[in-house]
């Protein structure tokens, strides 16, 4: 049965947020000055090869400014173009529970308590969850709404390899029982367009989240950026960026692909003009949007129109 999400076919972030609050949500993004294990060391020192320098954060806060003052100083800019709605503090910069439990105490604490703030939501990675940092995650949840993001990008191992996610599919797995053992919503990012990755493969990890319990998805083209370790691939022939209109093709056929509950946050990415290599036609957002809008409307396609459990 074909069903609609206000002018949407599919489940939007913004319908879930407007459902759940009665008004209009932003999400303020912040950097609280956070390091990621991939790159100081512990695992690796080079990042994912996609990871721009400020840690997929190039749209957050200044990190030199406290969580009160990039809380604010967006917000403000926001107000001049939304006169009236609700805040969603977002952690995105880096890995956002990879410090001490009392310093990740401090600063989500100081999140929660800004005006408007109705959720908070928290990107980081699977293997970056302690027992004592899953613990304070539980008792957040129960003083505000928490989404939890999971960078997994790829379902195939042998590309976190190449990308140097520097994690296994199964530690994934694990942090997901125990994010959802705790009722805490978890939101999965995916990257379409990996080096090394055909369609099928592109298709496949959308089918292996469409099967668990994951409360949001976020779907990224692939973008390549200065001053990334994948700039190297590129440069030997390895990397080859999608078109337009398979981008669209493929995100079209993902949406259909998905259970209807699961909230789609993201149908494309974004980048700093200035740091974009390509492709170039990503900058292009909005074009982008109508076309995966106009194409499910005449295509007759919605979420959920080919999930198929297993």
């Not at 049965?1 to 206000?6: D, F, I, N, R, V």
């Not at 509950?261 to 290599?277: C, E, F, K, Y």
């Amino acid at each position: 049965m074909k069903k609609t999400w206000g002018d949407k076919s599919y489940y939007s972030l913004n319908y879930f947020l407007r459902e759940k609050f009665g008004e209009k949500v932003f999400k303020i993004s912040l950097d609280a000055g956070f390091s990621c294990p991939n790159r100081d060391g512990t695992i690796s020192s080079g990042g994912c090869i996609f990871c721009s320098e400020r840690g997929s954060g190039d749209f957050a806060g200044e990190r030199s400014c406290d969580i009160k003052e990039q809380f604010t100083s967006i917000k403000e800019i926001m107000s001049k173009k939304w006169k009236s709605g609700k805040y969603i503090a977002y952690f995105q910069a880096y890995t956002n529970t990879y410090a001490p439990v009392e310093v990740l105490r401090e600063k989500y604490m100081e999140a929660i308590c800004q005006e408007g703030v109705v959720g908070i939501a928290i990107a980081t990675r699977p293997d970056c969850l302690e027992p004592e940092v899953l613990e304070l995650l539980e008792e957040i949840s129960k003083k505000v709404y928490l989404w939890i993001e999971l960078g997994l990008q790829t379902s195939k191992d042998e590309t976190g390899v190449l990308i140097n996610r520097g994690y296994e599919l199964k530690v994934f797995e694990k942090a997901l029982v125990e994010l959802r053992s705790r009722n805490i919503d978890v939101v999965v990012h995916s990257i379409l367009g990996l080096p090394g990755e055909s369609k099928e493969d592109m298709l496949g990890t959308i089918k292996y989240l469409s099967n668990l319990d994951i409360q949001g998805l976020k779907m990224h083209l692939l973008h390549l950026m200065k001053d990334t370790p994948m700039e190297k691939l590129y440069g030997e022939g390895q990397l080859t960026f999608l078109e337009e209109e398979e981008y669209t093709d493929l995100i079209c056929k993902a949406i259909t692909m998905l259970p209807k509950n699961i909230v789609i946050h993201r149908l494309t990415g974004d980048a700093p003009r200035q740091a974009l290599i390509g492709p170039l036609w990503s900058l292009k957002k909005w074009e982008i949007l109508n076309s995966i809008d106009r194409k499910l409307k005449d295509g007759d396609l919605y979420q959920g129109s080919s999930f198929s459990p297993t």
